[in-house]
């Protein structure tokens, strides 16, 4: 066989296994590519998620909360973005001696740490240091106003005394309230009063 015969030989060989191998990166690639996660929108999903949680957090450079609950999760690309926490969470303010000023408890949460507002909702209990219990459905406590709300019902125990009503105000550590709309006012040892009848009574 001619040496240019064998030449173009080779050159055959070395083009079908160029050929080859691009076709083996597309189909390796094409494969990838199935295993690849598919959002359809980055803001449904958190950009961190983290369980098992017990954690300090601080505000203006000084602890001020202790968090425990089971999971956490941030939504960092939303127009407001926030912490969640979806599977109950408890929660202690603290001084600038850290020691505990209020205790709180709530079924899931919201932090929006941008406007540092927290939204608790579900079976909402906050304990202050008097040992008065608040019990509500649904509290906001903005941090900048230092200001804790509502607008839902709400059952405060204070001494021997049951005070509840709707609207509530307060300052941060839970020592001056108000209930702005009161329903009833008894002695803890008495028998509550029917809160569906309570809600009847309101809306008339």
Same mark, same amino acid.
């Given at each position: 066989?001619?040496?240019? =015969?064998?030449?173009?030989? @080779?050159?055959?060989? +070395?083009?079908?296994?160029?050929?080859?191998?691009?076709? @083996?990166?597309?189909?390796?690639?094409? !494969?990838?590519?199935?295993? @690849?996660? $598919?959002?359809?929108? $980055?803001?449904?999903?958190?950009?961190?998620?983290?369980?098992?949680?017990?954690?300090?957090?601080? &505000?203006?450079?000084?602890?001020? #909360?202790?968090?425990?609950?089971?999971?956490?999760?941030?939504? &960092?690309?939303?127009?407001?973005? #926030?912490? #969640?926490?979806?599977?109950?969470?408890?929660?202690?303010?603290?001084? !600038?001696?850290?020691?505990?000023?209020?205790?709180?408890?709530? !079924?899931?949460?919201? #932090?929006?740490?941008?406007?540092?507002?927290?939204?608790?909702?579900?079976?909402?209990?906050?304990?202050?240091?008097? +040992?008065? =219990?608040?019990?509500?459905?649904? @509290?906001?406590?903005?941090?900048?106003?230092?200001?804790?709300?509502? &607008?839902?019902? /709400?059952?405060?125990?204070?001494?021997?005394?049951? /005070?509840?009503?709707?609207?509530?105000?307060?300052?941060?550590?839970?020592?001056?309230?108000? /209930?702005?709309?009161?329903?009833?006012?008894?002695?803890?040892?008495?028998?509550?009063?029917?809160?569906?009848?309570?809600?009847?009574?309101?809306?008339?």
């Amino acid at each position: 066989m001619s040496e240019r =015969k064998l030449k173009n030989r @080779l050159n055959i060989v +070395g083009a079908l296994g160029v050929i080859l191998l691009m076709f @083996l990166f597309a189909t390796c690639s094409s !494969d990838k590519k199935d295993f @690849l996660p $598919r959002f359809k929108d $980055r803001k449904a999903v958190p950009g961190m998620y983290t369980d098992s949680v017990t954690t300090l957090i601080s &505000d203006s450079g000084r602890v001020r #909360y202790r968090v425990i609950t089971e999971v956490w999760d941030v939504f &960092d690309k939303v127009k407001d973005p #926030y912490w #969640y926490f979806p599977k109950k969470v408890y929660f202690e303010r603290l001084n !600038d001696s850290l020691k505990t000023e209020s205790l709180v408890y709530c !079924d899931t949460a919201r #932090y929006f740490y941008n406007r540092k507002v927290w939204e608790l909702r579900k079976n909402v209990r906050l304990i202050n240091l008097k +040992g008065d =219990k608040f019990e509500t459905s649904l @509290l906001y406590w903005d941090q900048n106003q230092q200001r804790i709300y509502s &607008d839902s019902f /709400i059952r405060i125990e204070q001494g021997s005394q049951v /005070i509840s009503g709707y609207g509530f105000e307060s300052n941060q550590t839970l020592t001056k309230y108000n /209930i702005f709309n009161v329903v009833a006012n008894f002695p803890l040892d008495s028998a509550e009063p029917d809160p569906t009848k309570m809600d009847a009574d309101a809306a008339k």
